[in-house]
């Protein structure tokens, strides 16, 4: 049986998309991928939060624009219940190129640019968001802001 905790992560996370492809991110050696962001320090707005993370992830500044929706999430990790929610924000960054490899600033965590047309196929977590994002950008306006894979 699996330890249980009693604390939630509350995460800040970008949607950066050129040229039709979505900036991802994975652990080194890890199957899944996420999108870029992390931890909301405790008194830190969360737009502050995303555009600390990317500096410090990527060595690039961001513009953190709309909130496009929170999803919570619960999945397992080392046999232990993680559970977070992540605050989803549009991303723009001049200096990122969908055409080129995405550079790390850390030795344990690397970026990618999957296509937008087959992101139900990838590996993104939460899978919510495979579903959620190209309806954020369709035409219709009528997409779920909030979702959870409890």
């Known amino acids: 049986m699996s330890a249980l905790r009693n604390d939630i992560e509350l995460i800040a996370r970008g949607v950066c998309i050129k040229a039709g492809k979505l900036l991802v991110c994975h652990g080194k050696g890890a199957r899944n991928t996420y999108l870029p962001g992390g931890h909301i320090e405790f008194g830190e707005k969360a737009q502050c939060s995303l555009g600390r993370e990317m500096k410090e992830e990527m060595g690039v500044r961001v513009t953190v624009g709309r909130f496009l ?3 919570e999430h619960s999945y397992k990790r080392k046999g232990e219940l993680q559970h977070e929610v992540n605050l989803i924000f549009r991303m723009t960054c001049k200096a990122l190129d969908s055409s080129r490899e995405a550079k790390s600033c850390e030795d ?24 959620l994002i190209p309806r954020w950008f369709s035409s219709a306006s009528g997409a779920d802001r909030w979702s959870s894979t409890m």
């Open 69 to 71: 929706g929170a999803v």
């Open 108 to 131: 344990y965590i690397e970026f990618s640019w999957v296509p937008l047309t087959g992101l139900r196929k990838t590996t993104l977590e939460p899978h919510v968001l495979r579903m």
